[in-house]
């Protein structure tokens, strides 16, 4: 019997590690993209550009892309209700929205926002040229999708419309029933009290059931609570402005190629240790 073929050796790589934008080099992934990530020539015309911006305790990132504006493909009237709904959502949250001082709030753009995806074991980006193989460890991976949570807004304001109010004012149901809260309090009223007629007591009954939910309760508002924690700890760390440059830009052409060494630079390494000292290194032996 003939033993097992074995895979004939093709090629030996040299192998080169870098971590010359350690601790900067990201992966982003935009899932819903179907094309490359780009200002689309109507919008390039007039100047626009791509914009991002950061927040880095949070690892939260946003890529802000112009829309074609053309009236072919865009709808002017819903995109300036869509526009002032955004500014809206934007003070609701605390930014000082600069579309709220031009004369046309137009949705010009549309917000990329990042959820970082938690890394299993190490992450290399790996290159080959001339050759050899350079590696540089990837920090943080992010996928971006549309941030529309100025469509919340758009929405409230619709209700309000239908329902024959115009104000401005943000009444709603008021905020949705604790959920670490697994028997919410039954509340019982008795008809409100007609105003031509004379004052009534109106008498409020609370009822709640035992609880026993136990330490699931207790496990689920801790929980609860840091994650409140971290959204408040997220929308108070300001934003910062990035610089985004496209791949053919020179500017990313010089941090592409800082990734790479140079054999005739590269430190060589020496080993000093020898076989007696990493087996005395052994515990237990």
Not at 77 to 104: F, T, W
Not at 208 to 214: E, F, I, L, V, W
Not at 219 to 239: D, K, S
Request: charged share 30%; proline share 9%.
């Amino acid at each position: 019997m003939e033993g097992p073929e074995v895979d004939p050796l093709v090629s030996v790589l040299p192998i080169h590690l870098s971590n010359a934008l350690s601790p900067n080099l990201h992966i982003y992934q935009y899932p819903l993209l179907t094309r490359p990530l780009q200002v689309p020539p109507s919008a390039a015309q007039s100047g626009k550009k791509i914009r991002a911006r950061i927040k880095p305790k949070s690892s939260r990132v946003e890529v802000h892309v112009p829309i074609d504006l053309r009236p072919e493909v865009w709808n002017k009237e819903r995109g300036e209700d869509l526009g002032r709904a955004r500014i809206q959502d934007d003070q609701e949250n605390g930014l000082d929205s600069k579309a709220a001082e031009a004369a046309d709030p137009r949705l010009t753009e549309v917000r990329m926002r990042s959820e970082q995806i938690q890394h299993r074991g190490a992450y290399m980006l790996g290159i080959i040229r001339d050759g050899h193989l350079h590696l540089h460890p990837v920090q943080e991976t992010h996928q971006l999708r549309p941030s529309l949570t100025y469509l919340d807004v758009f929405h409230r304001k619709a209700r309000r419309r239908k329902a024959g109010d115009d104000s401005d004012s943000d009444s709603d149901d008021g905020p949705p029933p604790d959920p670490d809260d697994p028997t919410p309090a039954a509340v019982k009223k008795e008809p409100k009290a007609s105003t031509s007629g004379e004052a009534k007591d109106i008498q409020v009954t609370i009822k709640k059931s035992d609880d026993k939910s136990g330490q699931s309760a207790i496990g689920l508002t801790a929980v609860r609570r840091e994650m409140l924690l971290m959204m408040r700890n997220e929308e108070e760390e300001p934003w910062q402005d990035l610089n985004y440059y496209d791949g053919e830009t020179e500017e990313a052409g010089h941090s592409f190629d800082s990734i790479f060494i140079e054999p005739e630079s590269e430190p060589k390494l020496s080993c000093d240790s020898n076989l007696t000292t990493i087996i005395k290194s052994i515990p237990g032996l």
